[in-house]
């Protein structure tokens, strides 16, 4: 039987908003032009980390006007949890990189184990260079060393985030803001 979830009405009741979608699109769209100047008209695989990036890519992806190939990893470190532990591999990407210039799309750096190990997969798999695009960054002294977005829109408090793509207990992934829950909630 399943193990019953935190209540995401009672998170929200205990949340802060941060970032609604109005003020998350524009800063999307500029995100897309400034990829599109780094990309120089190269065809790159634009590779989204599923989960939590689907909504984030879907309209960065919109954004950005040189043609892309899409693909997308499953690798998840949070499993629905509130902390991280090592990172769970679901789906290898299936389009060859070798050559290529990768776009990593995820919705979060935050102490940066998913990105660098995906990071990592694309050169092994002959990727000639690979850009990161994050939604967003959480402001701490814990990212790993080695990794950092060339794309990122927010910087976010460090507190557990959810909604637009980011889960709470595998709840709240569709809701059109950013939230935050108060200190000390969801540890
Ligand atoms: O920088 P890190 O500390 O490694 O955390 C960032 C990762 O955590 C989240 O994924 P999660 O493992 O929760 O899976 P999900 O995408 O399915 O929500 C998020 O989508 C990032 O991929
Ligand atoms: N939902 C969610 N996923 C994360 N993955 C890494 N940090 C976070 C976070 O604060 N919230």
């Not at 990893?73 to 210039?101: F, I, Q």
């Not at 000639?128 to 960054?137: D, E, G, M, Q, R």
Request: glycine share 8%.
């Amino acid at each position: 039987m399943n193990t019953p979830h935190p209540s995401l009405t009672d998170a929200l009741a205990q949340a802060d908003l941060l970032y609604a979608r109005h003020e998350l699109e524009p800063v999307i769209a500029a995100m897309g032009a400034r990829i599109d100047a780094a990309l120089g008209g190269e065809r790159a695989v634009f590779l989204t980390v599923m989960n939590g990036a689907l909504i984030f890519a879907g309209q960065l992806a919109l954004a950005i006007r040189t043609d892309l190939e899409f693909d997308y990893v499953h690798a998840t470190r949070y499993r629905g949890e509130t902390t991280g532990s090592e990172l769970h591999w679901l789906r290898a990407p299936a389009v060859p990189l070798a050559d290529r210039v990768v776009l990593l799309v995820d919705d979060i750096l935050d102490e940066g184990h998913t990105l660098k190990e995906v990071r990592e997969d694309c050169y092994k798999r002959g990727a000639k260079k690979v850009l990161i695009a994050s939604l967003c960054t959480k402001r701490h002294d814990r990212l790993v060393d080695g990794i950092a977005s060339d794309f990122n829109g927010v910087e976010l408090p460090d507190r557990f985030v959810f909604g637009y793509g980011m889960d709470y207990y595998e709840q709240g992934r569709n809701l059109p803001a950013i939230y935050a829950l108060k200190d000390g909630n969801g540890e």
